[in-house]
């Protein structure tokens, strides 16, 4: 069989899927795209209309959205910071030997496998609740009052619950990239006089380069679209603290009944996302060039 017509076939055999997965995506999308441009109310379907771009214009200058995008912004940096930087710490901690290395390891991943809203009712319930949660205790016990952290630093608090989840993704990743170092390298550079720092920042830290691009990249994506730990411990609250792009949407959308405007902000913020990725892929494809 030639080599043109191998290819005949593996694109034949890979055609079925293909299709499925174009029309998967390029069917919501559509429609999304089509109520973006109607006056179109859950309560009133009626009275529905084509109004061209007005739901756009309704949501970028809506009162919540600068601080939707501030907030948003503020969540996805904030919980990047903690888990690369508490993330190459675990896995400097959990690379050397030491006695039950693998449990330790499993205990450390384990918070990646619980779902995000059951993740954020137990914090919620069981660590943040200024009545009888294990801070609030913790706090009567040294003599101090309770802190009202869902209350009084509503996104502080979700960034704390949603880096804690995200923290065992970013450590897997470092720590492979660590154990891939050669000892060797280590080993010279110690009986040259390295100190422990400067071991750190010469050499493992210029190796783990790549993997903390990685890793930024998929977590910024996945982090644009939080909205379950929000719903949950939050509600966007108090006011419009914690709200962020997604948890507008679903106001607009879910609250507010106003499909349209929703559609829209759908739009705005597939665009705002596919901005963010091609920086970050652009950065990325840097990295891994130098």
């Not at 010469?202 to 990249?217: E, G």
């Amino acid at each position: 069989m030639s080599t043109q017509s191998s290819r005949r076939t593996a694109r034949l055999m890979l055609s079925p899927s293909v299709i499925l997965l174009l029309v998967w995506m390029i069917v919501p999308l559509a429609l999304t795209l089509y109520f973006s441009t109607q006056r179109y109310n859950l309560l009133y379907p009626d009275r529905s209309g084509f109004i061209w771009f007005q739901n756009y214009t309704r949501f970028v200058f809506s009162p919540g959205f600068l601080e939707a995008i501030v907030n948003t912004l503020i969540l996805v940096v904030g919980v990047l910071v903690i888990t690369v930087v508490f993330g190459i710490l675990i896995a400097l901690l959990i690379d050397r030997p030491m006695w039950g290395q693998g449990p330790v390891r499993i205990l450390v991943i384990s918070p990646f496998f619980i779902m995000p809203p059951v993740a954020a009712l137990i914090w919620k319930n069981m660590f943040m609740n200024p009545t009888n949660g294990l801070f609030a205790e913790a706090a009567k016990f040294l003599g101090m009052a309770p802190f009202d952290f869902l209350g009084e630093a509503p996104l502080a608090s979700i960034i704390l619950i949603v880096a804690w989840q995200w923290l065992p993704f970013a450590t897997l990743i470092l720590l492979t990239a660590l154990q891939s170092l050669s000892s060797e390298e280590l080993e010279a550079a110690e009986m040259d006089g390295a100190s422990a720092v400067r071991r750190f920042w010469y050499i493992m830290l210029p190796h783990l380069a790549r993997s903390i691009t990685v890793v930024i990249l998929i977590q910024t994506i996945f982090l644009l679209g939080i909205f379950g730990e929000i719903l949950v411990t939050t509600n966007g609250g108090p006011g419009t603290a914690s709200t962020t792009l997604p948890f507008l949407i679903y106001k607009e959308a879910l609250l507010d009944f106003d499909a349209g405007t929703a559609a829209a902000g759908g739009v705005v913020a597939v665009i705002l996302a596919n901005i963010v990725a091609i920086f970050l892929m652009r950065a990325v494809g840097k990295n891994l060039d130098a």
